[in-house]
């Protein structure tokens, strides 16, 4: 299983931009399809946006389609999630998952390791 750690969360004002990045480590990082989850207070767990082993293909959540992208960078291990146009409603702990296997993008059962989290709050 691959170890993730989030990073890049924080306060942002509403409308502003931040990038979160997740590393790995473990297994060959090119050979897993990765994808992001968030989880508001009070709210389970939901789908943000996944990318494919080799970046060829995303998907994209329709509460956050046209404002948020996700991209990797194999060479570095690494897969990020910009956030533009942040609204309050997207506060939220998001956490990064990995699957060796292939996925369907939304299910969070499709992903076999996950990172510990990181906090984006979004002020109004």
């Known amino acids: 299983q691959a170890q993730l750690v989030e990073s890049g969360g924080g306060l942002v004002q509403a409308g502003g931009s931040l990038r979160l990045s997740c590393a790995a480590s473990?297994?060959?990082?090119?050979?897993?399809?990765m994808g992001w989850f968030r989880q508001a207070p009070g709210k389970e767990r939901e789908f943000v946006a996944a990318?494919?082993?080799?970046?060829?293909?995303?998907y994209i959540a329709d509460s956050v389609k046209g404002r948020f992208t996700i991209s990797r960078d194999n060479a570095k291990n690494t897969v990020y999630l910009q956030m533009n146009n942040r609204k309050p409603e997207d506060t939220a702990v998001y956490y990064c998952?990995?699957?060796?296997?292939?996925?369907?993008?939304?299910?969070?059962?499709?992903?076999?390791?996950w990172g510990q989290g990181t906090q984006v709050t979004v002020s109004s």
């Open positions: 998952a990995a699957s060796i296997r292939r996925v369907r993008p939304s299910a969070q059962g499709s992903y076999d390791s």
């Open positions: 473990g297994r060959t990082f090119n050979s897993y399809n």
């Open positions: 990318i494919t082993w080799n970046g060829m293909t995303t």
